[in-house]
């Protein structure tokens, strides 16, 4: 599991700095004027709609007002806690994501039956890196090898008229 977790992370790592970035901007731009706006329209322990929602529409409009009225002592408990609520539910649906995208098995994202599998050159016992029938990028069967050289070709294969013409000349039927 800490495996599949590790490569979740990475794979994700550029979108988790985005997330981050975005998690700043809606403190600042949205969470802080909430947290403002309940403080000032709190009248005698009880909330005023309508000194609520005149605060919170100044204080969206000046969000660099917000980070300085922030740190003041009269909003810094109101911003905090609220702040802290938001953040949490932000971190429970990171975490959903981030184990949502886990890979499902070992293999995931890995062309099956691709070459990445093989190490140490296996795929060079056989083929030549640089003549004889191409199979791939700077991968060919070599033709002067002894024994089984049958290829096992998977998928649509279209021949074109001057692929066609070069193979009657060499003499093999399609």
């Known amino acids: 599991m800490d ?12 979108k988790i700095y985005v997330v981050l970035i975005l998690w700043i901007i809606l403190t600042i731009v949205f969470v802080m004027p909430l947290a403002i706006a309940i403080t000032d ?9 309508k000194e609520f929602f005149l605060s919170i529409g100044e204080n969206m409009t000046n969000p660099l007002g917000n980070i300085a009225k922030s740190f003041s002592g009269t909003y810094f408990g109101s911003v905090f806690q609220v702040g802290s609520i938001f953040t949490i539910a932000y971190a429970f649906f990171m975490v959903i994501g ?17 070459s990445d599998w093989c190490t140490h050159g296996e795929e060079y016992v056989t083929l030549s890196p640089n003549k004889g ?8 069967l070599p033709l002067d090898k002894r024994g089984n050289t049958n290829v096992l070709v998977v998928g649509r294969f279209r021949v074109s008229e001057n692929l066609h013409h070069l193979l009657y000349l060499m003499h093999i039927n399609v």
């Open 98 to 114: 981030i184990i949502k995208g886990t890979p499902k098995h070992e293999y995931e994202d890995i062309e099956h039956g691709s």
């Open 41 to 49: 329209g709190t009248v005698g322990g009880v909330l005023d709609s």
């Open 3 to 14: 495996s599949k977790l590790s490569r979740a992370l990475k794979k994700y790592q550029a």
């Open 133 to 140: 029938i191409l199979l791939a990028k700077k991968l060919y």
